[in-house]
């Protein structure tokens, strides 16, 4: 009896020893195939991503020093899962532990944001399908019940379940969720939007940036639940705060208060440390050449604030810094490469040197959608008129070698930081529906696969965003509606190429026969669209006002956009109210020609309308005018 009791102390022991070296290691979900360098890329760009502030404890060890991880893109043909083995996105079973349960507890603990942050945002189909299902404890949703205590090590197979004894060691921090695949795709956002309309491009864009140094919170936190980046930016010769880019904490002029320099690098500092995916680019300012000071800055001003300011900001949060704003017209060019030749001229300057070396993107804007126009403006890294153009604007300056500025500009990638298809043409500008058209190819054959496929496919291209996903201006270049709703571009910017997307104005649609009018309003059929438009709404001959009435039926009260079909030779203004609201006016842009003429074409854009109750409303345009009469009606519609 006592040897037996003697052995069988000795075998537990030795069962004991020999668990604890096995669960000693972290355990790696099995790789069934090796990563792409797509996937290779996203993981080696997600080290530097930062662990959000909820999740940060005094354990967590940064992933940007770890040195256990092996380089990724070290191959092994003795071992070929060694890749995946070192891949963040595998390491998801936390260290000392290898069971499902208690990794499943530790992240329902996490709730319900944080587990989707960390599984269901990686933007890959096989992990999402392994990975969340399997490690990330779904824990019940699984089809494989039999094996849920069953783990297998891609070294030694199967190995044993662990006692389900609670674990006393300390935490271990899980980093945030990596960096999508990167896409080229760029969201920008104003003061406006609401997250119901950025959620349509959470699986699409991998970046944005609002003209402004930090994210706004919900921005903010949207972002990184997502895996999306942020891209701060100094837009004007100004810091401005995170919940309004209008208003400003300090100037770079004598203006009080004045920014230090300090200011400069904290206010971007503060922006790095906000996010769970650490900003890796700082844009410099916008459009400069547009308006004469003090609105815009003059290439000599700009130079000296970017050496005194801008530079120094990036190189202190070692960012890479991204061009002020060009364009490739005249103008737009001129003030960047004055732009250049001035900061070239300072940087000897003993007190803020200016570098164009440290400049390692170039900023553009662009607003054609013709692929064969992209194809010649901005072509590939040696061949494009843009740079051709550049390289000719700076030539020898400084006395390089006529090759230096050639050079210079053909070794830095592009982004699109602001394009759309409206000013191709411009009477009238193309609305929701026929951008949508050019963007996903169903022009191809005038306009070729469309700007988003051309972009995607030029390696010198890097990033773009579209202006804008919402803004009050009245102009039809928008992804979203106010309340959410993708507009026909929106649609199409989620599915570039596409020909079957859907480019038809949204909304219930009442046409002009469905109003009721008053004064000398009047129902009339347009000689150069061939439909019935109404006209003569406002102050007709400046004497009788005449007013168009649409009976609307909504299913809630609420704000609701309105698309609105319209044709006018000039640009004109007309009120629109919401039952006894007061009037408020809108602009209406050129469309370029009357009803009379021939090749008059209309044009829709959307407004925004407030105060609508359930049921029938009112929407009466022409009210209290005390201008001439607005634009010729055509049609317009709700969107639901």
Same mark, same amino acid.
């Given at each position: 009896?006592?040897?037996?009791?003697?052995?069988?102390?000795?075998?537990?022991?030795?069962?004991?020893?020999?668990?604890?070296?096995?669960?000693?290691?972290? *355990?790696?979900? &099995?790789?069934?195939?090796?990563? @792409?360098?797509?996937?290779?890329?996203?993981?080696?760009?997600?080290?530097?991503?930062?662990?959000?502030?909820?999740?940060?404890?005094?354990?967590?060890?940064?992933?940007?020093?770890? !040195?256990?991880?092996?380089?990724?893109?070290?191959?092994?043909?003795?071992?070929?899962?060694? +890749?995946?083995?070192?891949?963040?996105?595998? /390491?998801?079973?936390?260290?000392?532990?290898?069971?499902? %349960?208690?990794?499943?507890?530790?992240?329902?603990?996490?709730?319900?944001?944080?587990?989707?942050?960390?599984?269901?945002?990686?933007?890959?189909? /096989?992990?999402?399908?392994?990975?969340?299902?399997?490690?990330?404890?779904?824990?019940?949703?699984?089809?494989?019940?039999?094996?849920?205590?069953?783990?297998?090590?891609?070294?030694?197979?199967? *190995?044993?379940?662990?006692?389900?004894?609670?674990?006393?060691?300390?935490?271990?921090?899980?980093?945030?969720?990596?960096?999508?695949?990167?896409?080229?795709?760029?969201?920008?956002?104003?003061?406006?939007?609401?997250?119901?309309?950025?959620?349509?491009?959470?699986?699409?864009?991998?970046?944005?940036?609002?003209?402004?140094?930090?994210?706004?919170?919900?921005?903010?936190?949207?972002?990184?639940?997502?895996?999306?980046?942020?891209?701060?930016?100094?837009?004007?010769?100004?810091?401005?705060?995170?919940?309004?880019?209008?208003?400003?904490?300090?100037?770079?002029?004598? !203006?009080?208060?004045?920014?230090?320099?300090?200011?400069?690098?904290?206010?971007?500092?503060?922006?790095?440390?906000?996010?769970?995916?650490?900003?890796?680019?700082?844009?410099?300012?916008?459009?400069?050449?547009?308006?004469?000071?003090?609105?815009?800055?003059? &290439?000599?001003?700009?130079?000296?604030?970017?050496?005194?300011?801008?530079?120094?900001?990036?190189?202190?949060?070692?960012?890479?810094?991204?061009? &002020?704003?060009?364009?490739?017209?005249?103008?737009?060019?001129?003030?960047? @490469?004055?732009?250049?030749?001035?900061?070239?001229?300072?940087?000897?300057?003993?007190?803020?040197?200016?570098?164009?070396?440290?400049?390692?993107?170039?900023?553009?804007?662009?607003?054609?959608?013709?692929?064969?126009?992209?194809?010649?403006?901005?072509?590939?890294?040696?061949?494009?008129?843009?740079?051709?153009?550049?390289?000719?604007?700076?030539?020898?300056?400084?006395?390089?070698?006529?090759?230096?500025?050639?050079?210079?500009?053909?070794?830095?990638?592009?982004?699109?930081?602001?394009?759309?298809?409206?000013?191709?043409? +411009?009477?009238?500008?193309?609305?929701?529906?026929?951008?949508?058209?050019?963007?996903?190819?169903?022009?191809?054959?005038?306009?070729?696969?469309?700007?988003?496929?051309?972009?995607?496919?030029?390696?010198?291209?890097?990033?773009?965003?579209?202006?804008?996903?919402?803004? &009050?201006?009245?102009?039809?270049?928008?992804?979203?509606?106010?309340?959410?709703?993708?507009?026909?571009?929106?649609?199409?910017?989620?599915?570039?190429?596409?020909?079957?997307?859907?480019?038809?104005?949204?909304?219930?649609?009442?046409?002009?026969?469905?109003?009721?009018?008053?004064?000398?309003?009047?129902?009339?059929?347009?000689?150069?669209?061939?439909?019935?438009?109404?006209?003569?709404?406002?102050?007709?001959?400046?004497?009788?006002?005449?007013?168009?009435?649409?009976?609307?039926?909504?299913?809630?009260?609420?704000?609701?956009? *309105?698309?609105?079909?319209?044709?006018?030779?000039?640009?004109?203004?007309?009120?629109?109210?919401?039952?006894?609201?007061?009037?408020?006016?809108? /602009?209406?842009?050129?469309?370029?020609?009357?009803?009379?003429?021939?090749?008059?074409?209309?044009?829709?854009?959307?407004?925004?309308?407030?105060?609508?109750?359930?049921?029938?409303?009112?929407?009466?345009?022409?009210?209290?005018?005390? %201008?001439?009469?607005?634009?010729?009606?055509?049609? *317009?519609?709700?969107?639901?």
């Amino acid at each position: 009896m006592k040897k037996w009791f003697l052995q069988t102390i000795f075998i537990r022991i030795l069962s004991v020893v020999l668990f604890a070296s096995t669960t000693s290691t972290s *355990i790696l979900r &099995p790789c069934e195939g090796r990563p @792409t360098s797509i996937e290779r890329d996203a993981v080696t760009d997600s080290t530097d991503a930062r662990p959000s502030a909820n999740e940060t404890d005094t354990d967590t060890t940064d992933t940007t020093n770890t !040195t256990d991880t092996t380089d990724t893109t070290n191959t092994d043909t003795d071992n070929p899962n060694k +890749e995946c083995r070192n891949d963040w996105t595998y /390491r998801i079973s936390r260290p000392g532990t290898n069971s499902k %349960e208690v990794w499943c507890k530790w992240l329902d603990d996490r709730g319900v944001l944080h587990r989707n942050r960390l599984c269901n945002s990686w933007n890959n189909e /096989r992990l999402v399908k392994e990975a969340c299902p399997d490690s990330c404890g779904l824990c019940g949703d699984n089809n494989d019940n039999d094996n849920d205590n069953v783990f297998h090590d891609d070294v030694d197979g199967i *190995i044993p379940p662990p006692s389900m004894s609670p674990i006393h060691e300390p935490e271990v921090d899980i980093p945030p969720p990596p960096p999508r695949v990167m896409t080229k795709q760029g969201l920008i956002l104003g003061l406006h939007e609401r997250e119901a309309s950025v959620d349509h491009f959470k699986d699409s864009a991998s970046w944005f940036y609002n003209y402004g140094q930090r994210a706004s919170k919900w921005q903010g936190e949207w972002a990184d639940a997502h895996g999306i980046e942020y891209v701060p930016m100094i837009t004007k010769g100004y810091l401005t705060r995170p919940e309004s880019w209008r208003d400003i904490s300090c100037y770079f002029n004598s !203006t009080w208060p004045t920014c230090t320099q300090q200011d400069v690098i904290d206010t971007i500092r503060t922006s790095i440390g906000e996010r769970a995916i650490a900003p890796k680019f700082l844009i410099g300012f916008n459009e400069m050449y547009n308006n004469p000071p003090p609105i815009d800055l003059t &290439p000599e001003v700009a130079a000296f604030y970017w050496g005194k300011y801008v530079q120094p900001a990036a190189i202190a949060n070692k960012l890479i810094l991204v061009s &002020p704003t060009t364009a490739h017209s005249q103008k737009g060019m001129a003030w960047y @490469t004055t732009f250049l030749k001035r900061c070239y001229d300072n940087r000897n300057d003993p007190q803020y040197p200016c570098d164009v070396e440290v400049i390692q993107r170039l900023a553009v804007h662009e607003y054609e959608c013709t692929s064969s126009v992209w194809d010649t403006s901005y072509g590939t890294w040696s061949s494009s008129n843009i740079i051709t153009n550049l390289s000719n604007s700076m030539g020898t300056y400084g006395g390089k070698d006529k090759n230096y500025w050639s050079s210079y500009f053909q070794n830095r990638a592009l982004w699109v930081t602001e394009m759309n298809c409206y000013w191709e043409s +411009e009477a009238p500008h193309l609305d929701s529906r026929e951008q949508c058209l050019r963007i996903t190819g169903q022009k191809w054959q005038t306009y070729g696969s469309g700007p988003l496929v051309k972009i995607n496919s030029m390696e010198n291209i890097e990033r773009y965003a579209w202006w804008d996903t919402w803004h &009050p201006e009245i102009k039809p270049n928008y992804l979203t509606y106010l309340g959410g709703q993708l507009t026909p571009i929106g649609r199409g910017y989620t599915s570039p190429g596409d020909p079957s997307v859907n480019c038809e104005i949204p909304g219930v649609k009442y046409y002009a026969k469905d109003a009721s009018l008053t004064g000398p309003a009047e129902l009339f059929t347009c000689f150069g669209t061939g439909t019935e438009m109404i006209r003569y709404a406002g102050l007709y001959q400046n004497k009788v006002e005449g007013t168009i009435s649409f009976s609307v039926d909504v299913p809630s009260s609420g704000n609701y956009a *309105i698309n609105v079909s319209y044709l006018t030779r000039t640009t004109r203004k007309l009120t629109v109210a919401v039952n006894s609201s007061t009037p408020k006016y809108f /602009r209406f842009r050129q469309t370029g020609k009357w009803c009379f003429e021939d090749g008059a074409v209309s044009t829709a854009v959307p407004i925004e309308l407030k105060g609508l109750t359930k049921g029938t409303n009112l929407i009466t345009f022409g009210d209290q005018m005390k %201008e001439k009469e607005g634009p010729i009606i055509e049609w *317009i519609s709700i969107v639901l």
